[in-house]
């Protein structure tokens, strides 16, 4: 079973940072664009940050530009966000999702092809 195990969320104070982690099982990962997206209570899912599969082409949605910084390690199987300057309006579930098809922040994840559960981020003073 193809799987994606979100870790890394939690409560940080506005102006924090952490650091979240998106583990891979059941495929390759080498194959895949990676997504980061989020999804705040009563609001729609949006894209925060795309990868390539080889980890050569990223792109961010503008209200986390030059905050949160997307990384993979196709080694470990493993893809990451590191989200620094943390602010209230990045209170959400955090999701991480796999495309064989290259992955656009603007699609809010549509067409992704693995999702992973989802971990809490919850910024707060």
């Known amino acids: 079973q193809p799987q994606l195990v979100e870790s890394g969320g939690g409560l940080v104070q506005v102006g924090g940072s952490l650091r979240l982690s998106c583990a891979a099982s059941?495929?390759?990962?080498?194959?895949?664009?990676i997504g980061w997206f989020r999804q705040a209570p009563g609001k729609e899912r949006e894209g925060v940050s795309c990868?390539?599969?080889?980890?050569?082409?990223?792109n961010y949605a503008d209200s986390v530009k030059g905050r949160f910084t997307i990384s993979r390690d196709n080694a470990k199987n493993t893809m990451y966000l590191q989200m620094n300057s943390l602010k209230p309006e990045d209170t959400a579930v955090y999701y991480c999702?796999?495309?064989?098809?290259?992955?656009?922040?603007?699609?809010?994840?549509?067409?992704?092809?693995?999702w992973g559960k989802g971990t809490l981020v919850t910024v707060s003073s």
């Open positions: 999702a796999a495309s064989r098809f290259p992955c656009q922040v603007s699609k809010s994840g549509y067409g992704m092809d693995y």
């Open positions: 059941g495929f390759i990962l080498d194959y895949y664009a």
């Open positions: 990868i390539s599969s080889s980890g050569g082409s990223t």
